[in-house]
């Protein structure tokens, strides 16, 4: 079973930030905190890691939590093409993924 | 940079007929292989792994099985498929030794068992 906990559904508006949240209560001091998104018919692609401190990419940003139960997933300006079900994952390693049902992402023009 | 590969994109098979999906990887030598099963709406459930030729890893038991006879190909198969079977199966895998610690997936084939 997954061991973190999203929001089965958000919405946002196209150009505007997006903050997709996740809780990881049980999250152990080696977890890591993976992000996967997965386009409509397509396998799901890595989008960002962290472990204590905040991380930033070409992607998006992930801020974490200072207890490290709970993280955020920020996509700075939504674009139609952001539109995907997001999947927040903690686990030691890239070795063991647990995908639960993730949060669909829609963006709206 | 490496590519996976899936075979067929699409499928359609009756009930009790058998079944060989394949995942070929380009670009990489000696990766971690995985084989995961997505239904309708669902997360994707991990099904087998493997981290070397002839080294398979079942996370669930069900009727599927799955072999990797060369460094870079991972079947999954089935003797009889079942309704359940129905899915979008993706093929992901883990290059060793890339900073970035990521899986990579396939683009998954949609098999239709009726």
């Known amino acids: 079973d997954a061991k973190t906990t999203q929001p089965n559904s958000m919405e946002s508006n196209e150009e505007e930030p997006v903050h997709l949240p996740c809780n990881h209560s049980?999250?152990?001091?080696?977890?890591?905190i993976h992000w996967y998104r997965q386009l409509p018919s397509q396998g799901p692609e890595y989008v960002i890691h962290?472990?204590?401190s905040n991380v930033n990419n070409r992607m998006a940003s992930l801020a974490i939590a200072e207890d490290r139960k709970s993280s955020t997933l920020i996509l700075h300006r939504a674009t139609l093409r952001d539109a995907a079900v997001y999947y927040c994952?903690?686990?030691?390693?890239?070795?063991?993924?647990?995908f639960g049902s993730g949060t669909q992402l829609t963006v709206l023009p | 940079s490496q590519t996976i590969h899936q075979w067929p994109a699409t499928l359609v098979q009756p009930v009790g007929s058998p079944l060989s999906l394949e995942c070929t990887v380009e670009?990489?030598?000696?990766?971690?292989l995985y084989w995961y099963r997505q239904a309708a709406g669902r997360g994707l459930q991990l099904l087998f792994y493997?981290?070397?030729?002839?080294?398979i890893s079942s996370e669930v038991p069900q009727n599927l099985s799955a072999s990797r006879p060369q460094d870079r190909q991972f079947i999954l198969s089935s003797k009889k498929l079942l309704l359940s079977d129905s899915g979008f199966y993706l093929c992901?895998?883990?290059?060793?030794?890339?900073?970035?610690?990521?899986?990579?997936f396939g683009p998954g084939t949609r098999l239709t068992v009726l």
């Open positions: 992901a895998c883990i290059i060793p030794g890339l900073a970035r610690n990521e899986q990579f």
């Open positions: 049980t999250i152990s001091g080696t977890d890591y």
């Open positions: 493997s981290v070397g030729i002839g080294q």
């Open positions: 994952i903690q686990s030691g390693s890239a070795r063991q993924l647990t």
């Open positions: 670009g990489t030598s000696n990766p971690n």
């Open positions: 962290g472990l204590t």
